[in-house]
């Protein structure tokens, strides 16, 4: 059974930097896409970036020359370094893990401060 594991969320002061990391447990095959998603009180969930298994990355307008994603076959990890953090970044971030399934994390805090 897969499983996803988030963890890097916290408080931080706008400008700053924070890394999540999403460990996944299980066999996973090839053709799954990586992602990290996002959902702030009040609004819906939302695509943050993703990572292909091919490498192909995706960005959303807002964090795109901000944020970097990555990951480790390897390791079965994947990590989202976040910079130039900004309030409105304040959310839960999700990871999730798609293809012929779908998997998600449990979630972790992420909180700018102004």
């Known amino acids: 059974q897969v499983q996803l594991v988030e963890s890097g969320g916290g408080l931080v002061q706008a400008g700053g930097s924070l890394r999540l990391s999403c460990a996944v447990s299980g066999s996973i095959f090839s053709g799954y896409v990586w992602g990290w998603f996002r959902q702030a009180p009040g609004k819906q969930r939302e695509l943050v970036a993703a990572i292909s298994s091919g490498g192909n990355t995706n960005y959303a307008g807002s964090v795109k020359g901000r944020f970097t994603i990555s990951r480790s076959n390897a390791e079965n990890t994947v990590d989202l370094q976040m910079n130039s953090l900004k309030p409105e970044d304040t959310a839960v971030y999700y990871c999730?893990?798609?293809?012929?399934?779908?998997?998600w994390g449990q979630g972790t805090q992420v909180t700018v401060s102004s």
């Open positions: 999730r893990l798609w293809g012929v399934r779908d998997y």
